[in-house]
């Protein structure tokens, strides 16, 4: 089982609509979950990390966090075309270190 | 800042070349990575360090070396290139004071193709 999973996509969104993106992960242990968005060709940057239960907002972007189904989530409300980009789901395991997922490709159509 | 910064950007090698990819960072951040990303893949640790004299595997290390002199420079070594280690290569760092989270900053990444 792989360490952490998502949907490869591409998922297409119309502009204005809520993107959700979503993430699972094997490592009950796991406390640190992370968004990271890499537009092609160039490294990934930083959207937001959740620790705790629940929702995290910030801005345009919502992260969820649901510890016991293992799951995290990202949601982008109000989707421009400049949100088309692949969205990398990483989360912290017991060694420390970032496990990437494989990332969901995210197309807004104007 | 300049952040993270590599070199080179783009490099073709053929096989059993060797080279070293640079990775130099200037937040003073203690932690440093090397990751590899795959096209249509995510990224994959290769080596990380937590401090200069330091160093670790991660989940895909064979056939390269690191090693961790100063805090600022982390390089990656590849001694006898194959074409499978065509791939993009990422250095990260990270401050990692102790909390359970952590940003890893990225640098614009190094496009090796081995033929």
């Known amino acids: 089982q792989k360490e952490v999973e998502q949907n490869s996509g591409p998922l297409s969104v119309p502009e204005g609509a809520i993107a959700s993106l979503n993430c699972t992960y094997s490592?009950?242990?796991?406390?640190?979950f992370f968004w990271y968005r890499q537009y092609s060709g160039k490294s990934p940057e930083l959207i937001m990390f959740?620790?705790?239960?629940g929702d995290k907002e910030d801005g345009r972007f919502t992260a969820q966090l649901n510890k016991a189904s293992q799951y995290v989530s990202l949601l982008i409300r109000d989707s421009q075309p400049s949100d088309s980009a692949t969205y990398l789901c990483?989360?912290?395991?017991?060694?420390?270190?970032?496990?990437f997922g494989t990332g969901t490709r995210l197309t807004v159509i104007p | 800042n300049a952040g993270v910064t590599q070199t080179p950007k783009f490099r073709i090698l053929k096989i059993g070349q060797s080279m070293t990819l640079q990775c130099t960072q200037d937040?003073?951040?203690?932690?440093m990575y090397w990751y590899r990303q795959d096209p249509g893949m995510g990224l994959k640790l290769i080596y990380y360090?937590?401090?200069?004299?330091?160093?670790d595997k991660g989940e895909v290390p064979n056939g390269y070396n690191v090693s961790r002199s100063t805090t600022e420079d982390f390089p990656l070594r590849l001694e006898l290139a194959a074409p499978s280690q065509t791939s993009v290569y990422f250095c990260?760092?990270?401050?990692?004071?102790?909390?359970?989270?952590?940003?890893?900053?990225f640098g614009p990444g190094t496009r090796l193709t081995v033929l």
């Open positions: 990260a760092s990270s401050h990692r004071a102790g909390a359970s989270t952590d940003t890893q900053y």
């Open positions: 490592d009950r242990g796991s406390q640190s």
């Open positions: 959740i620790y705790s239960n």
């Open positions: 990483a989360v912290v395991t017991g060694a420390n270190n970032l496990f």
């Open positions: 937040m003073n951040h203690n932690y």
């Open positions: 360090s937590v401090g200069a004299g330091i160093t």
